[in-house]
Every structure is written in C-alpha cells, then in structure tokens.
C-alpha cells in the first residue's frame, strides 16, 4: 500500500506492555518533541523479575502523570495532535490495558483517532530516529520477550522469517545472571561484568539446522548453568567475569551470523537492530564489524531508545496512521499479538 510519506505529523505515543509507563510527543515519525519514561524497575528488582500485578498498578498510578508530563515538555496542545498511538500488545495483560484504556479515555475526551500499535514494530521503529528506512531491510529484534528477524519490504509491512524456538535472548541473559547472583534486569550487569572478563569458556552456539534462521538459547543457558554449578561442586572459585563474557560471546556470534545470513538471503539494504538486547555492548561492536565487512549499513538506536519508550510506539503509531490503520473505543490489550497482523 503506497503511503503519503510527506503528510505531516503529530503523533501522542503511550508504551505499559511491561514495566515502563511512558508518553512520547513525536513530529513527522522522526523528531522527538518529547519522551516521557517512568520505570518500575527498582521495585521489581527486590523479586527478581516483573511481577505482573505489581507492574499494573504502577502502570495505573503514573499513566495520566506520565502523559501530561509528555504533553507539557513537548508544547504541543491536544488540539494540534494528529492521533494517539498505543502498544496493544504483546506483554503482560494488566500492563496493556492500562495504556490501551488510557489512550482511548484521551482519544474520546479530545476527539481524536485512536491508533493501535504492535510493541516490536515500535522497538523497530526506534531506528528511524537514527536515519530514513531503506527497503528491503532486516530487522533484528532482541528483547526479554522477543528474538526474530523480520524482513521488511515497505513501511509498515512485517515478514518473521526466524525466531527462537525457546527462550528469547534477553531472557537468557537475566537467567543467567541470576545464576550468577546477579540483579535484575540481568543483561546490563552481564554486560558491565564482561568488560572485566574473557570469552574463554568454549559455551555452545546452536546453530540448528542448515538455513535455518532460527534461535535456540535454552541449551546455552542449560550449559552455563551445569558449568556453575560443576565448578561450585569442586569447590573451584567461579571467575563470573569469564563467564559473562564467554556467555556474552556465545549470544552475540549467533545473532550477528545469522542476521547476516538474512540480510544477504533477501539483498537487504540496511539491517536494523532493535529491542533492549541491542543495548548489548558485543552485539553492537560484533554487528557493527561484521556489517562493515559485508558492506550493509547498520542502524543501532541510542542506548536510550533501545529499551522500551513510548517515542518508538509513536513513530511505528505514524506510519499506522498514515497507511489508515484505526481502532474504536472497544479496542482491548492482547498478550500475543502476532506482527504479521500489523
Ligand atoms: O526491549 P526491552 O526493554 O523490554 C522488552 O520488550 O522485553 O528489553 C528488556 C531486555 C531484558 O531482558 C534486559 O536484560 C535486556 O533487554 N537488556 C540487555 C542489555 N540491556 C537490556 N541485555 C544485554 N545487554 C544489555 N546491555
Ligand atoms: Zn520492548
């Protein structure tokens, strides 16, 4: 479908899939007026994870602060909005529906349309904040709920063409890291102790079957685990940092082949890195040299825009908007959205 890429813009995002509440304010899908985030993470920590009930009434306390804090910053008025743009899914539930009933109870009260948005086309729409999309193109998404490549041959249009058979990457790196007594979220702590660390430990990559491009991470997690714990039996200190880094090495080499093997499949003309495991610093250094060496450019969001915000709802929002996609006041959260619906 041809889209009017030149119309312009104003677009209200709003993101509480999982423990961020956030409101973002963006012009035209690329400029950023303002970006509101509000993170629980310090009070999941204590569990060790997202407590579903917990992150929901977070989500209910800060949705209407976090949005009038969105608005305020931007100096946009609600009259000049365009639209509302929401995650309908996928995530936890409760979480969904507190964003999808805030941003309908805004659309009715200032009369505006109302725009559903899938929560991994927003992570892959981050990237457009960096430089124009190009197509076809492959997106790699790698968050605590997500490992897929998508291939893209037009604005808003989504093939899954791999994903993982078990545990996403992002999972794997907070179970680890527990494994290693440490706190959640665990990718950045692995992350800041592979610094310190070697990637000595010769730790499995499942590389499955021949062409295929999809993920399997539950046997490399298995292998870590079995490896702590055969060091703790004899008694041996562990050396984490090693650990972390030889895990670290073990995700990023997969990630990085097996993207490039998509990119190359399909003549892609950029590769996208997308979701909170793209924050990872050897996945973007290994990404970054392996595109280089293949001569495809690579667009990695800033830190900031690589885990979840409500900017990069608003961006994937305006191109729903201006292909024409609209809900109506008996749009409901749903936990496994599939992005091909998008
Ligand atoms: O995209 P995101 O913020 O939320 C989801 O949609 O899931 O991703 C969160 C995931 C967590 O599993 C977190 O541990 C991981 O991204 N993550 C990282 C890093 N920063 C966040 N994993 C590896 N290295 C990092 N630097
Ligand atoms: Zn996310």
């Known amino acids: 479908m041809k889209i009017d890429m030149n119309q312009k813009t104003l677009i209200l995002g709003i993101e509480t899939s999982c423990d961020e509440t956030a409101a973002a304010v963006v012009e035209n899908g690329t400029i950023i007026r303002s970006s509101a985030v509000a993170s629980q993470i310090d009070i999941h920590r204590r569990f060790g994870g997202v407590v579903p009930e917990v992150a929901s009434r977070h989500h209910v306390d800060q949705i209407t602060v976090i949005c009038e804090e969105a608005m305020d910053k931007s100096g946009v008025s609600w009259g000049d909005l365009d639209a509302i743009a929401v995650t309908q899914g996928p995530g936890l539930i409760g979480a969904l529906l507190v964003g999808v009933n805030g941003a309908k109870a805004l659309a009715y009260a200032h009369c505006l349309p109302l725009v559903p948005v899938h929560h991994i086309t927003g992570h892959i729409y981050a990237n457009r904040f960096v430089r124009e999309l190009e197509f076809p193109l492959i997106a790699l998404v790698v968050s605590g709920g997500h490992t897929e490549l998508v291939h893209m041959k037009e604005h808003g249009s989504y093939e899954v063409i791999g994903t993982t058979r078990d545990d996403a990457a992002g999972e794997a790196f907070d179970k680890v890291a527990r494994t290693l007594g440490l706190p959640y979220p665990g ?136 292909k024409g996609t609209r809900a109506d006041l008996s749009l409901n959260g749903k936990a496994n959205l599939a992005i091909e619906d998008f």
Not at 246 to 256: E, G, I, K, M
Not at 266 to 286: D, M, P
């Open 187 to 322: 990718g950045p702590e692995i992350d800041r102790l592979a610094k310190a660390g070697k990637p000595v430990i010769d730790f499995p990559r499942a590389w499955l079957e021949e062409g295929s491009l999809d993920f399997s991470f539950s046997g490399l997690k298995s292998a870590v685990i079995n490896y702590v714990h055969n060091e703790q039996q004899r008694g041996h200190d562990l050396n984490s940092a090693n650990i972390a880094a030889s895990f670290q090495a073990s995700v990023s080499d997969v990630l990085v082949k097996k993207t490039l093997i998509a990119a190359e499949r399909v003549h892609a003309k950029q590769i996208l890195v997308a979701g909170g495991v793209s924050a990872n610093s050897a996945v973007r250094t290994e990404m970054e040299q392996a595109a280089r060496t293949r001569g495809i450019p690579l667009i990695i969001p800033p830190l900031k825009l690589c885990t979840d915000n409500a900017a990069m709802i608003a961006a994937s929002g305006t191109i729903g908007f201006l």
